[in-house]
């Protein structure tokens, strides 16, 4: 499973360059290392510094904090560029960042180790983890004689989705904020995953049971 430690490394990395921060509290389970000490080369690790400072350099990054963690130690931990180009202020390694959509990647990390553990496959059906998506059904549109579409009616989906299909967004689920469909933006403001006129992409008010088998309101 080196592969994995390997992937998990590129998504740290990656992450980082999102705009992503670690930091290290006292009380921190993470600990200061060398890179000697858990098998990385410290003038690979500073190759990640000169690719950053290019980036910024050329003015597609602003700034970046950049932490490299392994056997519980932190081998690289770097602030490089702006925090704010517009006053020059520099880069601190504490910086806090909204990271949005980076939430994806981080619980691909997450779901990739528990793979590692044997825990979890990709194969696996979803519902084998979390038992209210064991019968799906898919909006399909009907359409008339002339082949326009009159509406939508819901049938049992073919197959039950996969962790697979989790990863590369094939499962069929969306956000009822963007998404087009009107049976599925209904049925999310229903549950109370969508709340149109209120605020969008917030649902921190649901537990993670609530977030999969709450009923309608």
Known sequence: MKYVRLATLAVAVMLASCASTVSQPTNSALR???PDAVGFSPARLQRVT???QAEVDAGRLPGAVVAV???GQIVYYEAIGKQ????????????IFRIYSMTKPLA???AMMLVEDGKLQLTDQVSRHL??????????????????????TL??????MTVHDLFRHTAGLGFG????????KEAYAKVGLFKPNVIDYDTRDLSAAESTSRPPK
């Open 32 to 34: 200061a290392g060398t």
């Open 50 to 52: 000169s690719v950053f």
């Open 69 to 71: 963690a392994r056997r």
């Open 84 to 95: 704010d180009v517009t006053t020059g202020q520099t880069m601190p390694r504490d910086a």
């Open 108 to 110: 691909s990390l997450a």
């Open 131 to 152: 038992p209210a998506f064991a019968n799906m059904q898919v909006a399909v549109p009907t359409r008339d004689a002339a082949g326009n579409v009159t509406g939508q």
């Open 155 to 160: 049938v049992s989906a073919t197959r039950q």
């Open 177 to 184: 904020e963007v998404t087009q469909n009107v049976a599925v």
